[in-house]
């Protein structure tokens, strides 16, 4: 079967926006900055405002190349729900695992999410949400531990995997081991008042995050559960040269004796590291999941740049999308387009057969997700 039709897990995305979006909102949701274009520009003036008017533009009865103020018009004009459910219902997807830690009340269920693309939904449980929603609940520095732990096995009991953002929250360089008890009483301790006088739980104390780290690894060795973590770009609050994942062996390496799969996301600029990685431990997987929305124009040439050693069997699709139904559309579509055309070449110089491409197909848009995603 052809890529163009194969539906697609994706195995890393987040909720969509129901929001009316206006023409400042829209852009928002498709900058990694927290800072505004240059003045007299706007978000469209780079690859992905070209796809966006390109090949989203049809899907909302628009030519293609429409300028960025006519799309977000029309946008408006037939409401985000008919929006959201023309771009999802187009984007073919097999299934969706939706990271739900991030700024949940902004946007639709995981549930509400998959029903728009008419698709089975599964949660992915962020371990740095689940411990800044414990710490606001006011528990005791020498409670937390306790709490942290009862809490995350509640909130993963129907999950299909664990996430972690250490890389965002305080880079991979960190320390990889457990931190002992004492340590954890103290730095929570030490993060919550400072919380508490901030009027803010938002973690990046690494100790407490470490401890997350181990507490959330546990619960995948007992349930088979994959851990994924986030590398790279995909949020402005990074210290970029440090969320190299080989910073992170020590773990990963620990983890390959538990037996936990972990995914790294993302991966852009280190998605050389990301496949050796894989190659190197059983356990590793990767994808390139938002870096070809970005790329955009130049999605073909990064899908190759993630597959020049890449093993089939440890490659994943995702679009990482996050509100825009648009993020989703493309992801799909850029990736099925770019990756039919890598297939198609190796064809023509002779490095496989069709039916080796149509299994390397296979793997990558299904197989290898359900390997270590159970049940989706
Ligand atoms: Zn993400």
Redesign the pocket.
């Known amino acids: 079967m052809p890529i163009e039709t194969l539906p697609l897990i994706d195995h890393?995305c987040?909720g969509i926006s129901p929001a009316q979006l206006d023409w400042k909102q829209f852009q928002a949701l498709f900058s990694e900055s927290y800072r505004p274009p240059p003045p007299g520009t706007n978000e469209f003036q780079k690859p992905l405002g070209l796809a966006i008017r390109s090949f989203c533009a049809p899907l909302l009865d628009l030519e293609p190349h429409v300028s960025g103020e006519a799309y977000v018009e029309k946008r408006l004009a037939l409401g985000a729900a008919e929006v959201n459910r023309r771009l999802m219902r187009t984007s073919h997807l097999d299934c969706l695992i939706v990271?739900t830690g991030?700024r949940s009340s902004a946007i639709h269920s995981f549930e509400e999410t998959g029903a728009l693309a008419g698709r089975p939904a599964h949660e992915v449980v962020r371990i740095e949400a689940i411990i800044e929603e414990v710490a606001a609940t006011g528990v005791s520095a020498e409670n937390f531990a306790r709490a942290f732990a009862d809490r995350l096995a509640e909130r993963s009991a129907g999950a299909v995997g664990l996430k972690s953002i250490v890389a965002y929250r305080c880079t991979f360089a960190i320390p990889q081991s457990a931190p002992a008890p004492a340590e954890i009483v103290k730095a929570v301790g030490a993060w919550m008042k400072a919380s508490q006088a901030a009027g803010k739980f938002r973690i990046g104390d690494p100790t407490v995050i470490r401890h997350g780290l181990w507490v959330g690894a546990e619960i995948c060795r007992a349930k088979k559960l994959p851990l994924q973590l986030?590398v790279g770009f995909?949020d402005p609050d990074i210290y970029m040269h440090a969320c190299d994942p080989t910073h992170f062996t020590d773990f990963i390496a620990a983890m390959e004796k538990w037996q936990v799969p972990i995914t790294l996301?993302?991966n852009w600029p280190f998605l050389k590291e990301a496949q050796w990685l894989s190659e190197v431990f059983e356990n590793v997987y990767y994808d390139a999941g938002?870096i070809l929305n970005y790329g955009a124009a130049e999605s073909e040439n990064i899908l190759r740049e993630a597959l020049q050693i890449g093993k089939f069997q440890k490659f994943l699709f995702s679009t990482?999308a996050?509100g825009l139904s648009e993020l989703y559309y493309l992801g799909a579509f850029l990736f099925r387009r770019a990756f039919q055309r890598i297939l198609d070449s190796w064809i023509r110089d002779g490095f496989c057969s069709a039916k080796d491409a149509d299994e390397i197909a296979a793997l990558v848009a299904r197989t290898n997700a359900r390997r270590i995603y159970q049940g989706v």
């Open positions: 890393h987040h990271d991030h986030h995909g996301l993302h938002v990482d996050f």
